[in-house]
């Protein structure tokens, strides 16, 4: 282990990023003005932190050497978090190996469950509690249903995802399901639907808004719901009974032969956050331009300009960062961890080969250390690649530099001295 000097690596000790338009020069040169004017949580702020900081000195990293002097290089450590657009490959296609294994060879049903317009304020202050009921809500509508013989009388695999963004990053809660187009039934069997639809769209509607407005209005009645500014338990239940009368967006899309190019789709919102590098155009002079999709006319989507000031643009970004510890990707039904033995039994119903085993984190961390011993080598003398880790002599986090208090949930952040104000 050593310590970082500038004789062993002059670049970490600079803390600026590429200086091309992405989502770390943003964060970098604007968030902590932006968290000084609009006070974040704890976990926003340690977002933000680690994808500005991302492959810079304030992460650490590792130096590679020549044990004959040929070659020295420098390695900055990757933020690691699920929003950084630098960091969601390798987690992305590991995610996807995993659920590739697990998938049922079968066909698959998208399902989308969404939330009303008039809720979103609501979830802004209440991301955890209003996402487990979203969840839950949708969850045993589908499971409720399928178990009527009426109309599958069986138990299916359920894949749902949270996705809670726009094209130009609004908020826009929903889930995303990926229904098995059959189940496995009490007796062991597999069963099919009979329809060519899974589930009548009007009778699936009307249960997920009963059992989702039952289990809000039971929060907010027992105060477990920060109400917005501005509302109050009168309102809010008014809202809620409005609501109750009004149809809501539920949708049942085409089946597929297999779910495994819409798990790819999942993929893309498992990580990288709400927006990635590539549709960013530009920023300067405070603003922010990015491409996004329009699809009001379904049939010839656009691809279109917003440019933003970059207090806005923060300002939808931060609303879609996710809670610490809060699941976005969920797993029901037979692709639940605990029916493994009737998922298996399953795949022995529909004929299909067993999948194999894992691998152990051991053999795993194993395996990558084989692997790391043959690939450093120099490329002059074919000597031995020695790693030394780098280490900093004071600590740094996200709440001592955005001045914001970890048992705090949002405590105001005032600029540095060497703030650059924004226009």
């Known amino acids: 282990m050593c310590v970082v000097t500038e004789s062993v690596a002059p670049s970490l000790c600079s803390d600026v990023p590429t200086s091309r338009a992405t989502m770390q020069r943003i964060l970098h040169d604007n968030w902590r003005a ?18 500005a900081h991302c492959k810079t000195a304030f992460l650490g990293g590792h130096v590679e050497r020549c044990e004959h002097g040929h070659v020295e290089k420098v390695h900055y450590n990757s933020c690691r978090h699920r929003c950084c657009p630098g ?6 296609k590991a995610w996807l190996d995993k659920q590739r294994a697990k998938m049922l060879d079968t066909a698959a049903m998208q399902v989308v469950f ?10 802004r202050m209440n991301k955890q509690a209003i996402a487990d009921v979203l969840f839950n809500s949708s969850k045993d509508s589908l499971l409720t249903l399928l178990a009527d013989p009426q109309f599958l009388g069986a138990q299916p695999g359920l894949l749902a995802a949270l996705h809670t963004w726009s094209q130009t990053l609004s908020a826009h809660p929903y889930v995303h399901y990926i229904v098995t187009f059959g189940g496995l039934a009490s007796d062991g069997t597999w069963k099919t639907p009979k329809r060519e639809c899974l589930l009548p769209r009007q009778v699936l509607m009307c249960m997920f808004r009963g059992k989702f407005l039952d289990k809000v209005r039971k929060l907010v009645s027992s105060d477990k719901l920060d109400v917005p500014e501005g509302w109050t338990k009168t309102n809010c239940m008014s809202i809620l009974n409005q609501l109750g009368r009004a149809p809501w967006n539920v949708k049942l899309l085409e089946r597929y032969a297999h779910a495994e190019g819409v798990t790819l789709y999942l993929a893309k919102y498992l990580r990288g956050g709400p927006i990635g590098n590539s549709r960013i155009v530009s920023f300067s002079n405070g603003e922010v331009t990015f491409r996004y999709l329009d699809r009001k006319n379904p049939l010839h989507p656009q691809t279109k300009e917003m440019t933003l000031p970059v207090y806005k643009f923060l300002k939808r970004w931060s609303q879609h960062l996710p809670p610490t510890k809060m699941h976005t990707v969920r797993a029901y039904g037979l692709y639940a961890n605990g029916n493994r033995k009737r998922l298996e039994h399953a795949r022995s119903q529909i004929k299909q080969p067993v999948s194999p085993p894992s691998a152990s ?40 530099v955005y001045r914001a208090r970890r048992k705090r949930r949002c405590e105001r952040a005032p600029p540095t001295d060497q703030e650059q104000p924004i226009a």
């Open 114 to 123: 969404t939330l009303p317009s008039e809720l979103a304020k609501l979830w």
């Open 361 to 400: 984190r051991l053999d795993k961390s194993e395996k990558r250390e084989e692997d790391t011993k043959e690939q450093k080598r120099c490329p002059i003398c074919n000597g031995s690649i020695l790693v030394e880790g780098l280490e900093f002599e004071e600590a740094v986090r996200p709440w001592n």
């Open 34 to 51: 932006f968290a000084a004017k609009f006070p974040q949580p704890n976990f926003a702020n340690r977002a933000a932190f680690l994808l």
């Open 87 to 92: 960091c969601s490959t390798a987690p992305r």
